[in-house]
């Protein structure tokens, strides 16, 4: 099979690293792709990646086979929508599907639709209205852009006060433009925080490992949130009768739903769960995998990675068992200087040949560039030093062994990766 991958973070070197061991591979692109991929996969030059007819036209003369988006954006502009239309398969939910993370709004609809558990809310699109609701109910409580507003568009008011600026920022100085026209304003959830993603040919699902994401810059959760400095995977988080409530809770629900509504679901579907009790409330769907927390996935799942895919192409997902390993896997996020808010570029990157030699360790690049055999910072979150290992310990130690190997100019990371596991297991 010749598939191109879109992106060029970490978690498409992971969706790359994972492709190339299939025996079913015949050609692989990854477009734009960073320095590590590179590595491992073509990277065409020139293409751009958010053109959706000079991609179509790449499909065509590269005869591509399957086009698997890795971040949200294209899906939600409707990729799949867009190539599929000429007979080339792309593996992800159609625009309609990936308004579930697009729009939250839609995401809500379709939650009450479904039934799922979420906390309870109100839609405005009008700001004085949405200010006499928090007069109403005070705070705290959460107010939500509708949009996509690149991770940015929640604010968890503790206040009635933040709550104002919070609506005043997005509905009347528009700083993320259409995205914050509408806003969905939702009472704030006390409880532990949780993913959970499956792989879906829109009837049947398998889940992959769990896992847990480290949002915040700083060690002990402080600092602002980032798209995420670390994951471990498995987490003790999730029980087995955990994962058996989020399934019939969640997932098939909302399945059902969208089938229902004629758009059956395709690709991977990130629930971002509050488990209050034994509940788990839905806060957020992704139509997407989340990173880094494919980092420490895709390394856990045994099975050919193509064969997976090409069963759920076909609606036969339910022929495969998904094998996990028995090893833990952690990553640690290696950032620029000043990340998540401006940061530094182009520092070169020492000692990831050290690194890579240790044993179970693989360096998945997120911004890196590569010149002739050197590698330089190209973006926020750098590299995700990733390492598996017996248990949760040992890829901790394993992890932070490599990433000491490792470095550039103004290096950011926590050190606390991982650590989490242990207040669930005591
Ligand atoms: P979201 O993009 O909707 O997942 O929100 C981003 C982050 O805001 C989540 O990861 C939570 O930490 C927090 N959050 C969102 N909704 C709620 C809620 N209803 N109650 C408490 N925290 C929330
Ligand atoms: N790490 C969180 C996300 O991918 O949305």
């Known amino acids: ?142 107010v939500k852009a509708d949009g996509l507003c690149a991770g940015k568009g929640v604010f968890v008011c503790d206040a009635k006060e933040e709550a104002f600026q919070a609506i005043e920022k997005l509905m009347e100085q528009k700083i993320f433009g259409e995205a914050g026209k509408r806003v969905v304003i939702e009472e704030k959830l006390e409880g532990e925080e949780a993913s959970y993603i499956v792989l879906t040919d829109g009837e049947h699902f398998k889940a992959l490992p769990t896992s847990q994401d480290h949002k915040r810059l700083l060690d002990g959760d402080q600092g602002p949130n980032t798209g995420g400095m670390g994951a471990y995977s498995p987490t003790p988080l999730i029980t087995p009768e955990l994962k058996t409530e989020i399934e019939t809770r969640v997932i098939s629900p909302v399945l059902k739903t969208l089938a229902k509504e004629g758009h059956p679901y395709l690709g991977f579907l990130y629930a971002g769960l509050m488990i209050v009790g034994n509940t788990p409330y839905v806060l957020e769907f992704n139509c997407r995998l989340g990173d880094p927390e494919t980092q420490v996935i895709l390394p856990r799942v045994e099975n050919d990675f193509v064969e997976l895919l090409t069963a759920a192409l076909k609606g036969e997902l339910y022929k495969i068992d998904l094998v996990e390993s028995r090893k833990s896997c952690v990553c640690v996020v290696m950032a620029s200087k000043g990340y998540p808010e401006k940061y530094e570029k182009g520092k070169k990157i020492e000692g990831l040949d050290e690194a890579k030699k240790l044993e179970d360790v693989i360096i998945f690049h997120a911004g890196t560039t590569k010149e002739g055999d050197a590698f330089y910072t190209a973006g926020g979150r750098v590299l995700g030093v990733t390492a598996l290992g017996k248990d949760i310990p040992s890829a901790i130690e394993r992890a932070y062994q490599a990433v000491s190997l490792i470095k550039f100019e103004g290096a950011h990371y926590r050190r606390d990766i991982g650590k989490r596991y242990f207040k669930y297991i005591s």
């Open 1 to 142: 099979m010749r598939i191109l991958v879109l992106g060029g973070g970490g978690r498409e070197h992971a969706i790359c690293y994972v492709l190339r061991k299939s025996k079913s591979l015949e050609k692989l692109y990854c477009i734009p792709g960073n320095g590590g991929i590179e590595e491992i996969a073509e990277v065409p030059k020139g293409v751009k990646a958010n053109d959706f007819s000079e991609l179509l036209d790449f499909c065509r003369k590269g005869n591509i086979d399957l086009v698997l988006p890795g971040p949200e954006e294209p899906l939600v502009k409707g990729v799949r929508d867009f190539i599929e239309k000429e007979g080339i398969k792309v593996f992800g939910p159609d625009v309609f599907g990936a308004s579930l993370e697009g729009s939250k709004v839609f995401a809500k609809e379709m939650m009450v639709k479904a039934g799922v558990p979420t906390a309870r809310f109100e839609v405005f699109d009008d700001p004085d209205k949405a200010k006499q609701y928090v007069e109403k109910v005070g705070a705290p409580l959460v």
